[in-house]
């Protein structure tokens, strides 16, 4: 299926705190993930566009599934890394003036969002960093396979990476953006952190494959990620907002599935997650 102008989206309004652990699609790479009463927003974007300025780069094929006016209190944002299609200054400027909430992000990446937002509450870290957020809640910054650049002086002169959420409700992994490489660094994730209650990892953006293996994982490649990690559940994000890569609008999901049969897993395990979808894990199912 081509890339259409617009997708209707059916948006949800979430409960300002959930006790569980809950993830609510926005779209692209955004999802609010609400665990034993903490909001958390990854990589947030309600802007139209994915580019600077407003004007320039490629406009959204779907509205968020969340407006923006209906978003709970925000406590901590994850982001992952400083392309325009996962930092967006305008949204992270309209958090900060709603609730301040918490930025945590691998390093350098400080810099470009003060330069928006003196006040921000931002800390930075390498792969490995740890952040508690309470007693019982902490963030990690965990690599990923791909790179950083605002313009065309500042090539990976900021990290990326993504990130291990523990909580009371379960543990949550977010991928940011990555390639596969060997592997090796989700089997490593594993060892350190256990098992992941929920991962979102990345299924588009991916074509074509001889330029953005190295970076962007595709649907075969997010299953590898998923079975390293033994996540109990999955949920396919960066894909069918913006229009970045080459493949069809609706190919992630039908290659999600391709790959989860050929391994022999049941679909709902590791589903495409669409704008306005909730779900809810239960942290103690095996």
């Not at 999802?31 to 990589?43: K, W, Y």
């Not at 990923?144 to 291990?164: I, K, P, Q, T, V």
């Amino acid at each position: 299926m081509p890339w259409p102008k617009r997708i209707d989206v059916e948006t949800t309004v979430p409960e300002r705190r959930v006790s569980g652990l809950r993830a609510t699609m926005v779209g692209h790479a955004t999802v609010l993930i609400q665990a034993a009463g903490l909001n958390v927003l990854t990589d947030p974007v309600w802007s139209e566009r994915a580019g600077p300025y407003g004007c320039i780069g490629r406009s959204r094929t779907t509205a968020p599934g969340i407006t923006f006016a209906d978003l709970p209190p925000i406590d901590v944002v994850l982001l992952s890394h400083n392309h325009y299609d996962h930092l967006d200054l305008p949204t992270l400027k309209r958090l900060h003036e709603r609730n301040a909430p918490l930025i945590i992000t691998p390093l350098g990446n400080d810099a470009l969002v003060r330069r928006v937002i003196p006040q921000a509450k931002i800390v930075t870290g390498n792969w490995g960093s740890r952040f508690d957020l309470s007693n019982s809640v902490s963030a990690d910054i965990v690599p990923a396979n791909h790179w950083s650049a605002r313009g065309l002086g500042d090539r990976r002169m900021a990290l990326w990476g993504g990130f291990m959420l523990r909580t009371p409700a379960g543990l949550v992994y977010f991928a940011g953006d990555t390639g596969y490489g060997t592997g090796a660094i989700f089997e490593t994730m594993r060892a350190a952190y256990g098992r992941p209650d929920l991962a979102l990892i990345p299924i588009g953006a991916y074509a074509p494959r001889w330029f953005m293996a190295p970076q962007h994982v595709d649907p075969a490649e997010a299953v590898l990620i998923m079975r390293s990690l033994e996540a109990r559940k999955a949920l396919g994000i960066h894909w069918g907002t913006f229009r970045l890569t080459d493949e069809p609008w609706d190919e992630p999901p039908r290659l999600l599935a391709q790959a989860l049969a050929s391994h022999g897993m049941i679909p709902t395990c590791f589903e495409a997650f669409r704008p306005g979808q909730v779900v809810d894990v239960d942290a103690a199912s095996e």
